[in-house]
């Protein structure tokens, strides 16, 4: 199996999160991360699964506003476009399943979040979405809250279970 896990990380926490997914999913899958700038817009036809994460920003996905505002915080970096302009721009050649993932302050209940925002336009874009998972911060910078790395490991491990079925479905239809 091939995944291909994108993220975007404005301080340094979705990247955390992507890489211990991706040390969850090399136990079962052949996985290539990279960050959502460098991310090619063709799919290829022979990826089994998309990992897709970005931290939430304003109850969704990020804009050039929120990117902008968070490099006014202290961001790392200001990305020259985020998971929301990847999913608008990716092409298929087949359906694939996408698991989608956010970083996402650790309230008593906060609004939205970039990874139901990111499974809802994945379809619209021809992916599967088999599963949605979010990670949290202490504050808007981080760090992250204690046990998440190691969620995410697991949480990427657990992924082959909701891919195989998609994958066996794939298989049958093409």
Do not use: C
């Not at 505002?69 to 050649?93: E, F, I, K, T």
């Not at 979405?129 to 504050?139: E, H, I």
């Amino acid at each position: 199996m091939k995944t291909l896990v994108i993220y975007e990380s404005m301080f340094g926490n979705t990247r955390d999160i992507a890489r211990a997914t991706a040390e969850g999913l090399a136990e079962w899958s052949d996985v290539s991360i990279t960050d959502v700038d460098s991310a090619l817009l063709t799919v290829p036809a022979d990826a089994t699964l998309v990992v897709a994460g970005g931290p939430t920003h304003a109850f969704s996905m990020s804009r050039e506003t929120t990117r902008h505002d968070a490099v006014a915080r202290g961001a790392v970096r200001g990305s020259a476009g985020g998971l929301r302009d990847w999913l608008a721009a990716v092409s298929l050649a087949v359906p694939v399943p996408l698991a989608t993932f956010d970083t996402h302050t650790k309230q008593r209940w906060v609004p939205g979040s970039a990874s139901r925002a990111a499974a809802k336009e994945g379809r619209t874009r021809g992916f599967i979405p088999v599963a949605s998972r979010s990670f949290y911060v202490t504050d808007v910078q981080g760090p992250l809250v204690t046990g998440e790395l190691e969620r995410a490991r697991h949480w990427g491990r657990s992924l082959y279970s909701g891919v195989s079925g998609s994958v066996r479905s794939r298989t049958v239809l093409d």
